[in-house]
């Protein structure tokens, strides 16, 4: 044991670093009712998502002037008299589909989700292997306090009862 200061000190910041082990792990069961609130949530914001950029993106097209350009080529390629694209159609049948895809993406998450609690049960589920950091480390023998009750001054009265002797044995002490 180093006795220098240089070496009680990297010591002392060696044993205060938290120490990694590997542990392997088993998933067996996966619970379908978690797994359907997780996976609307996730759907659901997903669906938010593409709706912004889908709204973001049209008005950009429309500013641009990218959607004029594309009706007056439908109106020369197929000789129309007017053509317009109607974006609140387009809107709603993006915002319905979309919730539709949802609750249909759930669905199958959850089917899945059941598979593969049918499937863990025939081959004994998933090993996953996980690194597991030490977040408090126990004192050791040396370092763990004892408490020792004292007998107290003379005139202060009677001295406390000792613990109760388990039979057959010697009283243990305590912490």
Request: net charge positive; glycine share 8%.
């Amino acid at each position: 044991m180093p006795r220098s200061a240089v070496g009680r000190a990297l010591r002392a910041r060696s044993n205060r670093r938290l120490r990694a082990r590997r542990v392997r792990r088993l998933v067996r069961h996966v619970e379908p009712w978690s797994v359907l609130k997780v996976s609307l949530i996730l759907y659901f914001c997903a669906w938010v998502v593409m709706l912004f950029v889908g709204v973001t993106l049209w008005n950009l097209a429309v500013s641009s002037g990218l959607v004029a350009n594309i009706e007056n080529f439908v109106v020369e390629l197929f000789a129309l008299e007017s053509f317009t694209i109607n974006a609140d159609q387009i809107f709603r049948i993006a915002a319905v589909g979309g919730l539709v895809l949802v609750l249909a993406g759930s669905g199958l998450t959850v089917l899945g989700a059941v598979l593969f609690n049918l499937i863990s049960d025939v081959t004994g589920g998933v090993r996953l292997t996980v690194i597991e950091e030490e977040t408090a480390r126990p004192r050791s023998r040396r370092t763990r306090r004892r408490v020792l009750v004292a007998a107290p001054p003379p005139g202060m009265g009677s001295p406390p009862e000792p613990p109760p002797t388990p039979p057959g044995g010697t009283p243990r002490a305590r912490g």
